[in-house]
Structures are given as structure tokens and as C-alpha cells.
């Protein structure tokens, strides 16, 4: 398993937003939906590529783009941020796949620890 997956018990919560502008490579963060949970890292912040990981899987973690969030069925994207009510986007294989999540429902986030 990759080692920034032991990391997923020190998140904190960081209210309604999520600001994807100040994102680091190596911050994580976590996104729950109504239905799943999912833990980023980020690898390239100005493009939004992260590795994303699903709770209740064992599968090892994949390589994303962060579109945004959406709003209901709205195809409005906000591209510099998350929040609760809207849903996360994100594609995957070089953009061939879009994925939409269920609503967010809880945004968290650990910043890594820069020297």
C-alpha cells in the first residue's frame, strides 16, 4: 500500500469549501459523498493531478484530474474549488473518463509539512 495512504487519520475538517488554488504537491485531502469516501494526493498542483484512492477498496491508488464541482445537474463546473452541496469531478485514463460524484458531505484536508 503507498505510504501516503498511513497518513488518512490526520485530516482535518475544513468546513463548507475547499480552495483547490492553494493546494501543494503532496497535500492530501479527503472528499465523503453520500455514497463513498475519497482521499487525494496531490502530485501537480497548477493541473489539478492527484492520485485518488476509494475507502472500502483495495485497489491501489490512481492517477486523476480534479475537474471541480459541479452543482445538481448543472454542467457549470467550478474549477478552483470544492464544497458541500456540489458534486466532485474528476477524470481518469488521460481525460477519457469523467467521473461525478453524489454530494459532498465532508471536506477535509492535511497539509504536508514543508521544510
Same mark, same amino acid.
Given at each position: 500500500?503507498?505510504? !501516503?495512504?498511513?497518513?488518512?487519520?490526520? %485530516?482535518?475538517?475544513?468546513?463548507? &469549501?475547499?480552495?483547490?488554488?492553494?493546494? =501543494? +504537491?503532496? @497535500?492530501? %485531502? /479527503?472528499?465523503?459523498?453520500? &455514497?463513498?469516501? $475519497? %482521499?487525494?494526493?496531490?502530485?501537480?498542483? &497548477?493541473?489539478? =493531478?492527484?492520485?485518488? !484512492? /476509494?475507502?472500502?477498496?483495495?485497489?491501489?491508488?490512481?492517477?486523476?484530474?480534479?475537474?471541480?464541482?459541479?452543482?445538481?445537474?448543472?454542467? +457549470?463546473? @467550478?474549477?478552483?474549488?470544492?464544497?458541500?452541496?456540489?458534486?466532485?469531478? $474528476?477524470?481518469?485514463?488521460?481525460? *477519457?473518463?469523467?467521473?461525478?460524484?453524489? *454530494?459532498?458531505?465532508?471536506?477535509?484536508?492535511?497539509?504536508?509539512? &514543508?521544510?
Amino acid at each position: 500500500m503507498e505510504s !501516503w495512504l498511513s497518513n488518512l487519520t490526520c %485530516f482535518q475538517t475544513v468546513g463548507e &469549501r475547499l480552495s483547490l488554488t492553494n493546494l =501543494l +504537491t503532496g @497535500d492530501l %485531502f /479527503k472528499v465523503s459523498t453520500a &455514497r463513498s469516501t $475519497y %482521499f487525494f494526493r496531490i502530485t501537480e498542483p &497548477r493541473q489539478r =493531478l492527484a492520485e485518488m !484512492w /476509494k475507502q472500502g477498496t483495495n485497489a491501489a491508488p490512481i492517477p486523476v484530474q480534479i475537474m471541480g464541482c459541479t452543482l445538481g445537474l448543472s454542467s +457549470t463546473i @467550478d474549477p478552483r474549488s470544492l464544497f458541500c452541496g456540489g458534486s466532485l469531478e $474528476y477524470t481518469t485514463e488521460s481525460g *477519457a473518463r469523467t467521473h461525478t460524484s453524489s *454530494a459532498i458531505k465532508e471536506l477535509a484536508s492535511h497539509r504536508k509539512a &514543508r521544510a
